[in-house]
């Protein structure tokens, strides 16, 4: 099974290109956040934080989702869902609201809503509910390719849950078991702390950038122990697993 750099399968449209995803919201950290994981998913996205832009960005991406923050500061998302679909009749929608009345829930879907998150949310749960609409849609489908992922001598099998270096099997925990799944995703790519906290933890996950610290070292003990070492820090940016050089 192809997966994609979060580890999960990989979907695109039917003909192979990559689905499109528009993150509508005016926080722009929070926008960013939601892009990114969301650009994790091997996905083209774009972002806007007002209705005007919203719409604007539309009809030149012509998304297959969009995720809609129901509080804009020129209009409201529900007013936006009416004009996207005059854009893009079939176009899937996911709510964002700090609100959770029942009587939102219901004007989100009596506008053709899809589905509703009220934040706080983690990271986790507005890819997967973006997923699931989209291949309940069918406007998606899953990549087949071996489940196994390969760095240099370390050799990760996703189904089983098992990593092996050089043949030897390395017992992880589950949070191990991810943060090096991220790692082996993203090979000598430099990822920041709080890249690794979102990807591995979730996006309300109250702890702190020393826990990514903690659980490196974690890893280092077990992938890298007696070895040349593949975890590598690089100073004042994050960390890079490397494969080791014969």
């Known amino acids: 099974m192809n997966t994609t750099r979060s580890g999960r399968p990989a ?55 969009v995720v809609l923050d129901v509080m ?26 700090a609100r959770d009345a029942v009587e939102d829930r219901i004007a989100g ?43 240099g001598d370390l050799v990760m099998d996703e189904e089983a849950r098992e990593v092996t270096r050089a043949g030897e099997l390395i017992e992880l925990s589950p949070t191990e078991f991810e943060l090096l799944r991220f790692l082996m995703r993203n090979p000598r790519r430099v990822l920041s702390k709080t890249q690794i906290l979102d990807r591995v933890w979730s996006y309300d996950f109250g702890g702190r950038a020393h826990v990514v610290e903690l659980y490196i070292s974690y890893l280092r003990r077990k992938v890298d122990a007696g070895r040349e070492p593949m975890i590598h820090t690089v100073r004042g940016a994050g960390y890079v697993l490397k494969p080791v050089t014969p």
Do not use: N
């Not at 409201?76 to 709510?95: E, I, N, Q």
């Not at 509703?116 to 997967?128: G, I, N």
């Open 11 to 65: 979907l695109t449209r039917p003909d192979g290109t990559p689905l499109r995803v528009l993150v509508v919201d005016d926080d722009p950290d929070l926008a960013e956040v939601l892009s990114g994981a969301l650009r994790y998913e091997g996905w083209q996205v774009r972002s806007a934080g007002d209705g005007a832009s919203a719409l604007a960005e539309a009809r030149e991406l012509m998304p297959d989702a």
């Open 72 to 97: 804009l500061p020129d209009t409201d998302g529900f007013a936006v869902l009416r004009s996207l679909h005059t854009v893009k009749p079939d176009v899937c929608v996911l709510f964002l609201t």
């Open 109 to 151: 879907i009596t506008a053709g809503g899809d589905d509703y998150v009220t934040k706080p949310f983690s990271l986790e749960e507005v890819v997967a509910r973006v997923r699931g609409l989209l291949r309940r849609a069918g406007m998606a489908r899953q990549l087949e390719e071996g489940p196994r992922l390969t760095v």
